[in-house]
Every structure is written in C-alpha cells, then in structure tokens.
T-cell receptor, first 117, second 114 residues
Framework: AQKITQTQPGMFVQEKEAVTLDCTYDTSDQSYGLFWYKQPSSGEMIFLIYQGSYDEQNATEGRYSLNFQKARKSANLVISASQLGDSAMYFCAMREGLAGGYNKLIFGAGTRLAVHP | DVKVTQSSRYLVKRTGEKVFLECVQDMDHENMFWYRQDPGLGLRLIYF???????EKGDIPEGYSVSREKKERFSLILESASTNQTSMYLC?????????????FGPGTRLTVT
C-alpha cells in the first residue's frame, strides 16, 4: 500500500539557518510524483514544490529544494535561510500513476516547523 | 487567480444534526476532493469526484456522503453528525493532468460537534 511517513512531528530552527524536513514514501509504482505543501496557522494549504519520479535533477523553487533519493525512497524538503514566516505545518504528499488520472494525493502526518529569531 | 472557497470557516453543530459543507471552485477543474485533517494523522481523503454526478470513496468515507450536481460545486454531507467527526475539513480541486498537477485548497472549515 502507498504510504508517506514524516517522522518529525516538530522541528525548530534559528532564523537564517537551513532546515531539512524528512519524508519517506512507499510505493510499488514506477511512475509517481511527490509534493510538499505548507499550512500556516491560518489553515490554507500552499503548494511549495514538486518532484517527478523520472526527474533526474532535484527540484528547486526559490529557497525550497527537494532532496530526492529514489533508491532510499526519500524526498526531503530543504528550506534555506529560514524566515519567521516559514513557521508552519509542512506536509509531504505523493501522487501515483500515469498522466490524466484523478490526481489523488496521499499525505503524511506533517511536521510543525518553528523558526526562532 | 485560482480560487477555492468553502461556505464556513467555523461551524458548531449538535450530535445527530445533518451538516452540509459546501465547496466552490472557479477554475473549471474536473476533480474535487474532501479531506479531513486531524493532529498526527495528516490529511485523509473522504471522497472525491472526477466529474459531475461522479464520485469515488476515499480512505475514510464512513459517516459521510457527497454531492456534485454542478462542476464547480462539491458538497460534503454528514447525515447524522457525531462527536468523532469534530475535525478540520479541507476541500481541494485540480484539473486532470500530468503527475505534477497540484491540488488547490480552500481555507478549511473547522467543525465542532457537541
């Protein structure tokens, strides 16, 4: 069965430091996609970054990068130069299957990140 | 700009009441989803719909039903609310597309059943 595991319920980091949020996944599919979402205290889910299983390069979006290690089935989110506004809940998610499907996602339990000044 | 709206941010209902949670998207997306979010459990899929009047059960459909009469609107129904349905409910939509197609979320409804 497909599964996403985030083993860190909570993390804290000093402002301007880098932080890595862990995510491991389990799937028997060869074709899948991995997403990271941010959820501030206001509740809305904000899409951060995407990595496809066939993408050879790690995805990057501004201060966010995804450290994709396919053999280890891990897709860790790296936030560089943390800011106070990065304090939020972070969810890793996976989509299985080929293009054109329903686009269902499976989510991990989340990691709450606190950025300290 | 992409927009998913939910009818209420906060809702308090009594046990046994019928509860309707409404979700509207303005992006002409085929797919719509209802999740519940609980601490330590992340987001769990209740139901999703891939077309008008079409629906599929997610991982935790028990105690819920859904309705999609128009493409832009997806309703979650609690036929007889119970205290264990106290939770945050999130609606999302997405187009049918490649593996990288993200889901767009509404602001959430925090439901309390007393």
């Amino acid at each position: 069965a497909q599964k996403i595991t985030q083993t860190q319920p909570g993390m804290f980091v000093q402002e301007k430091e880098a932080v890595t949020l862990d995510c491991t996944y389990d799937t028997s599919d060869q074709s899948y996609g991995l997403f990271w979402y941010k959820q501030p205290s206001s509740g809305e889910m904000i899409f951060l970054i995407y990595q496809g299983s066939y993408d050879e390069q790690n995805a990057t979006e501004g201060r966010y990068s995804l450290n994709f290690q396919k053999a280890r089935k891990s897709a860790n989110l790296v936030i560089s130069a943390s800011q106070l506004g990065d304090s939020a809940m972070y969810f890793c998610a996976m989509r299985e299957g080929l293009a054109g499907g329903y686009n269902k996602l499976i989510f991990g339990a989340g990691t709450r990140l606190a950025v300290h000044p | 700009d992409v927009k998913v709206t939910q009818s209420s941010r906060y809702l308090v209902k009594r046990t046994g009441e019928k509860v309707f949670l409404e979700c509207v998207q303005d992006m002409d997306h085929e797919n719509m989803f209802w999740y519940r979010q609980d601490p330590g459990l992340g987001l769990r899929l209740i139901y999703f719909s891939y077309d008008v009047k079409m629906k599929e059960k997610g991982d935790i459909p028990e105690g819920y039903s859904v309705s999609r009469e128009k493409k832009e609107r997806f309703s979650l129904i609690l036929e007889s609310a119970s205290t264990n349905q106290t939770s945050m409910y999130l609606c999302a939509s997405s187009p049918t597309g490649d593996r990288g197609t993200e889901q767009y979320f509404g602001p959430g409804t925090r439901l309390t059943v007393t």
